[in-house]
């Protein structure tokens, strides 16, 4: 009988995969500054004397997270889970937001000055959602509280509902796109443009822009798990440079936040990245206001 070779083949090893996390957070962040930026954000005042609060426009496509932002500050700021911004919890194609309406932050009894336009959701076409026109006419302050969007067509300045003279305390000083991680790279291509086109129209008139990331836990694994690896993550990262790429917002205008959900409880972490966010979103409002003092 004649012997076999049962020499051994030897097994290519796959290499390890890729370390989804960075061995050093790429932006550097204060996880315990949740209570300094509490207190700076009660005491907040605006600059300008003609100002008892700062409006800031909060716009982004249907189901990003727009009214849930909103929700998420107040809760932060009361300790409990608030819902005042009505959330619309089934997976709908249709905006939840069918008025322009502004909503306080609340902190104990204490009203903060800055209030938050929710508007309608921006969809990819032309005749859907609300309209270029309308939300640039919400920034300058020409859409009264209340004012129901039209999917035919935007607001007239001939409209009743038209305000041809608006003051310093209707008009917003900055624009927040809030948008979501989990599903970014997949936005349509005109839905980019309507927000190129808002971007290009109030960056003219010197109005700052901030980008809310929302559900970057839905974005990440690393995250879901654990959310002090935020700034750690490369999917973060990435995920952020595209958004800065796709739309022409710095980085430092980014914020990556989550918004309460499911919990029935607030949570610190949750609360140190929203605080974060809105103290950028309240300097730059305010900052943009101290300018009017020398027009």
């Known amino acids: 009988m004649g012997s076999s070779d049962s020499t051994p083949v030897p097994r290519t090893l796959s290499p390890p995969p890729p370390n989804p996390e960075l061995d050093k957070p790429w932006r ?42 909103i929700n998420s500050l107040d809760s932060t700021f009361l300790g409990r889970i608030s819902s005042r911004a009505l959330v619309n919890s089934t997976a709908s194609d249709n905006s939840f937001t069918k008025n322009l309406k502004g ?46 969007f039209n999917e ?51 960056s003219d008139k010197g109005i700052p822009q901030v980008v809310v990331m929302t559900k970057m836990d839905e974005a990440c694994p690393l995250v879901n798990k654990d959310l002090r690896k935020m700034y750690t993550s490369k999917k973060i990262k990435e995920k952020m440079e595209l958004c800065s790429a796709k739309l022409g917002v710095p980085l430092t205008n980014i914020f990556p936040v989550k918004n309460y959900h499911n919990e029935i409880d607030t949570d610190d972490d949750i609360d140190v990245l929203l605080l974060k966010a809105l103290e950028q979103i309240v300097q730059l409002a305010d900052d943009r206001l101290e300018i009017c003092l020398t027009e």
């Open 28 to 69: 550097k962040f204060n996880w315990g500054q949740k209570e300094d930026l509490k207190k700076k954000l009660e005491n907040f005042c605006p600059s300008h004397p003609e100002v008892n609060d700062i409006k800031i426009l909060v716009a982004g496509p249907i189901g990003a997270g727009k009214s849930s932002f």
């Open 103 to 148: 909503f306080t932050i609340r902190s104990g009894k204490k009203t903060l000055p800055f209030v938050f336009k929710d508007i309608m959701g921006l969809e990819p076409a032309a005749f859907e959602g609300s309209h270029t026109e309308d939300i640039i006419n919400a920034v300058f302050g020409h859409l009264k509280d209340g004012y129901k």
């Open 152 to 202: 035919e067509e935007p607001l007239n300045f001939k409209d009743q509902q038209f305000n041809q003279n608006p003051n310093l305390s209707d008009q917003c000083f900055c624009l927040v796109y809030v948008l979501p991680a989990d599903v970014f790279q997949y936005t349509d291509d005109r839905l980019i443009e309507k927000l190129k086109i808002i971007r290009k129209r109030i």
